[in-house]
């Protein structure tokens, strides 16, 4: 099974920060990998498919990078919106998600 | 617009039996693959089944394999999970999720809102 760890768990940080959550694979899944935004009591967001392409209809200060085991999202620019839990997935072998890294006001 | 309204969760005993229904609704339901995720109070977000857009291809998480069965009837453009021999850790919130038009394991761009399966005695 292809396990997934994100880093940081928790991350405090302030409106105008630019803010990145990285997530590492167990092994290589190429680019199968995509990010969530989760607010309390809410179904999850798309935000990112195929490590770096955006899902329509979310703004452009979320981005992906990354291929093969690493991976990072990045906020140019945190805004009120944005304190939420993101998890990161794989689809290269069944799937899995990360433990999820809430981000919190600082 | 794309909907997905899942049902049939509710209070189970151990070892007891539930069947999920996601009635999905806005979009073609026979091209998409479609998958079941869910999430344990307080925790973060664990994939259980995946089916293709046919139903002839389906994927089980370990934890769950043997005991639960996804299906699909597109006619009724309906999702299904069955499941048996319920444990206290399958107590989490149900998601509905839609999957890829290609691919049966794909990321999810359309998710419900949940039902409720809680395993107690």
């Known amino acids: 099974d292809i396990q997934m760890t994100q880093s940081p768990s928790t991350l405090s940080a302030s409106v105008g920060d630019r803010v990145t959550i990285t997530c590492r694979a167990s092994?290589?899944?190429?680019?199968?990998l995509a990010w969530y935004q989760q607010k309390p009591g809410k179904a999850p967001k798309l935000l990112i498919y195929?490590?770096?392409s955006l899902e329509s209809g979310v703004p452009s200060r979320f981005s992906g990078s990354g291929s093969g085991t690493e991976f990072t999202l990045t906020i140019s620019s945190l805004q009120p919106d944005d304190f939420a839990t993101y998890y990161c997935?794989?689809?290269?072998?069944?799937?899995?998600f990360g433990q999820g890294t809430k981000v919190e006001i600082k | 617009e794309v909907q997905l309204l899942e049902s049939g969760g509710g209070l189970v005993q151990p070892g007891g039996s539930l069947r999920l229904s996601c009635a999905a609704s806005g979009f073609t339901f026979s091209s998409y693959a479609m998958s079941w995720v869910r999430q344990a109070p307080g925790k973060g977000l664990e994939w259980v089944s995946a089916v293709g857009n046919g139903g002839g291809s389906t994927y089980y998480a370990g934890s769950v394999k043997g005991r639960f069965t996804i299906s699909r009837d597109n006619s009724n453009n309906t999702l299904y999970l069955q499941m048996n021999s319920l444990r206290a850790e399958d107590t989490a919130l149900y998601y509905c999720a839609r999957g890829g038009i290609l691919a049966t394991l794909s990321y999810f761009d359309y998710w419900g809102q949940g039902t409720l399966v809680t395993v107690s005695s």
């Open positions: 195929k490590a770096s």
């Open positions: 092994q290589t899944i190429s680019s199968w």
């Open positions: 997935q794989q689809y290269k072998s069944y799937s899995t």
